[in-house]
Nanobody, 125 residues
Framework: QVQLVESGGGLVQAGGSLRLSCTAS????????MAWFRQAPGREREFAAA????????RYADSVKGRFTISRDNAKNMVYLQMNSLKPEDTADYYC??????????????????WGQGTPVTVSS
């Protein structure tokens, strides 16, 4: 059974940093693209960041570009999201995601169709 389990969320003041982790089980991620999505209260889930299966390419939403960094450690079967200069509008549940097919590119966020349960991030002003 494939599972993605997020951790590292919490409460932080504006301007602070958090590092989210995603641990995959039942799946060897080294041939799958990975991503982070987020869903703020009362809003639809939105794309935040993605990394190619080989790790050479990344893609970010404009709202997080320059502040968030996605990375992966295929040997540990883990994906990370380093979030710096956090703003109150970054408050959301953050979800790790992957695609059901291998070797897909990351130019279209709709390839990601399997998510974890999420971890909450709250940024206070």
């Amino acid at each position: 059974q494939v599972q993605l389990v997020e951790s590292g969320g919490g409460l932080v003041q504006a301007g602070g940093s958090l590092r989210l982790s995603c641990t995959a089980s039942g799946l060897t991620i080294n041939t799958y693209p990975m991503a982070w999505f987020r869903q703020a209260p009362g809003r639809e889930r939105e794309f935040a960041a993605a990394i190619s299966w080989g790790g050479s390419a990344t893609r970010y939403a404009d709202s997080v570009k320059g502040r968030f960094t996605i990375s992966r450690d295929n040997a540990k079967n883990m994906v990370y999201l380093q979030m710096n200069s956090l703003k109150p509008e970054d408050t959301a549940d953050y979800y790790c995601a992957t695609a059901r097919s291998r070797y897909l590119g990351i130019s279209n966020p709709t390839v990601f169709d399997f998510w974890g349960q999420g971890t909450p991030v709250t940024v206070s002003s």
